[in-house]
């Protein structure tokens, strides 16, 4: 039994739809952000109403993400996320349900493509999001995410709505060009149209291209301290500083021979990873270490192993693409727990030491 987002927009009532026509048990979850006042609302009880008329269970949570993101210094974009991710992980421990669906379409990933490459990003971040993943969240990593609607345009989803009377919301803001992802959506993607009237499309295809034919990346040399490191990432003995490569290659992992890593090699789920960014330590990083209970700060996180003040620049991190402050490998040295490989792993990163 899966749970499916629902925010009351077009992709996310057809995916819905198309769920409950494909027959197959399910819930829906609607999140009420409280950014729209009356809009919001009105949000909710359209998908209520679209629940009760199917006898669809339906869960909704009220937040309020301002105070969120205040608390945590973040914007609102991402306090929303967060909170949504959470419940969603929360709902499916409670419930039962064995994955979350979401309603992201071949328009969000051309979207995303752009994004990351105006701000610059690794070879990972042009191979786009993928059909099926993890939950993004460090307390929730082996929930499978899945996107039953990415190889489908925003012209399909509303010529399906219009052929199985799905109703849907329009969010106003959405025409609004006052965050990145609208820019591009009403003033360049228009452009693009008119050069490549199926840009999309071309755009979906290259990114699984490239997805296909990337065997791994090299990270540049650093120092960084090293650590002994047993099979599944954690540390169990001091090793001395000495300068090293990183190399980072993704393979497919089936299952049924054990994770074996050298000393000093970290092994972590593709798929839960995402896109990792090479950086440095910054005031509000944080890793909840394998096995830990809960997040420590990296500031802490240095205490703990002894760093030097003087040293700490040195040591390469392995920072999430959707969280910067999120540190999902310590360089030689240890993994985030929502990273470790399970029984669902189907890929791995393999981050080690280039003269390893």
Known sequence: ?????????????????KVRLEGGPFAIAHCNFSLRSAESDADEALVRSWAASHG??????????????????????????????????????????????????????????ILNLLR?????????MKASGSVPDPAFGDIPLLRPLLEMTREEIKAFAREHGVPWREDASNAQNDCKRNKIRNQVFPVFREI??????????????????LPGREIGPKSVHTAQIDG????????????????????IWDGTKPVKQPE????????????????????????????????????????????????????????????????????????DHSVRVTQSTRRILRISAKND
């Open 1 to 17: 039994m899966i749970l499916v987002a629902v925010s009351g927009g077009i992709d996310s009532m057809c995916l819905a739809e």
């Open 56 to 113: 669809v269970t339906c869960h909704v949570r009220r937040f309020d993400t301002r105070a969120f993101a205040a608390a945590e210094g973040i914007s609102v974009e991402m306090a929303a996320r967060r909170l949504r991710y959470h419940w969603f992980g929360e709902l499916c421990r409670e419930f039962g349900y064995e994955a979350v669906a979401v309603a992201h379409n071949a328009n969000d990933n051309a979207e995303t493509l």
């Open 120 to 128: 610059g990003t690794g070879l990972r971040g042009i191979t786009g």
């Open 196 to 213: 490549n009237p199926r840009f999309v499309e071309t755009l979906n295809r290259d990114m699984k291209r490239f997805a296909e034919e």
């Open 232 to 251: 599944f990432g954690r540390e169990i003995g001091p090793k001395s500083v000495r300068a090293e490569a990183f190399v980072v290659t993704e393979e």
């Open 264 to 335: 000093g090699t970290l092994i972590l789920d593709a798929h839960k990873a995402g896109e990792l960014v090479e950086g440095r330590w910054e005031s509000g990083d944080w890793i909840r270490p394998l096995g830990a209970p809960g997040r420590k700060k990296m500031q802490d996180w240095f205490t703990d192993h002894h760093i030097p003040a003087d040293e700490k620049p040195f040591v390469v991190l392995f920072k999430s693409a959707r969280d910067p402050h999120h540190v999902l490998a310590v360089g030689g040295f240890c993994i």
